[in-house]
């Protein structure tokens, strides 16, 4: 029979997390989950995806960058990349340019339409990561989780 937290038996849950409770790729994949659900919930009238977010926020501090590098920067793999900044182009919040240096290259751009954009989903975002922090317990317990996730990837 499943347990509990404390080993207590739980006649609720038909699935038996036991060995599964304390493992940190589970409990990343899960963090991920809830945190991207409520993502969509926060920004469900503005029909914009976390990467779609992701990409905005990256491209707003890095105009210009090569489509390659904004993708190996958030970790998408570039054939799916191609599909995310049609969507994005296609909405009117970036745009594709050749490259200055190298013509063969697309560099990315936001738009005006897409800065304007991205400055309304700030406050949005803000509150986000407000709710975030609050569950965790504060700034202090957000920064020890970074850094205890940067360990992980760095």
Same mark, same amino acid.
């Given at each position: 029979m499943p347990r509990t937290k404390d080993g !207590? *038996?739980? *006649?609720?849950?038909?699935?038996?997390?036991?060995?599964?409770e304390d493992a940190v790729g589970y409990r990343l994949r899960r963090a991920q989950l809830a945190v991207f659900q @409520?993502?969509?919930? +926060?920004?469900? %009238?503005?029909?914009?995806?976390?990467?779609?977010? +992701?990409? $905005?926020? $990256?491209?707003?501090?890095? @105009?210009?960058?090569?489509?390659?590098?904004?993708?190996?920067?958030? =970790?998408? @793999?570039r054939a799916n990349f191609v599909a995310i900044v049609d969507g994005l182009e296609e909405k009117g919040l970036v745009e594709r340019r050749k490259s200055e240096t190298d013509r063969r290259v697309q +560099? $990315? /751009?936001?738009?005006?339409? =897409? #800065?304007? /954009?991205?400055?309304?989903?700030?406050?949005?975002? %803000? !509150?986000?990561? !407000?709710?975030?922090? #609050?569950?965790?317990? =504060?700034t202090g317990e957000r920064d020890q989780l970074i850094h205890l996730l940067k360990r992980l990837c760095d």
């Open positions: !207590e *038996p739980n *006649p609720q849950s038909a699935i038996d997390f036991s060995m599964m @409520q993502f969509n919930e +926060a920004f469900a %009238a503005k029909d914009l995806r976390p990467t779609d977010f +992701a990409v $905005l926020l $990256l491209l707003s501090c890095n @105009q210009g960058l090569k489509q390659s590098e904004v993708a190996e920067a958030l =970790g998408i @793999q +560099a $990315l /751009y936001t738009t005006r339409t =897409g #800065a304007e /954009y991205l400055n309304e989903l700030m406050p949005i975002w %803000a !509150e986000h990561e !407000e709710r975030l922090i #609050a569950r965790l317990g =504060g």
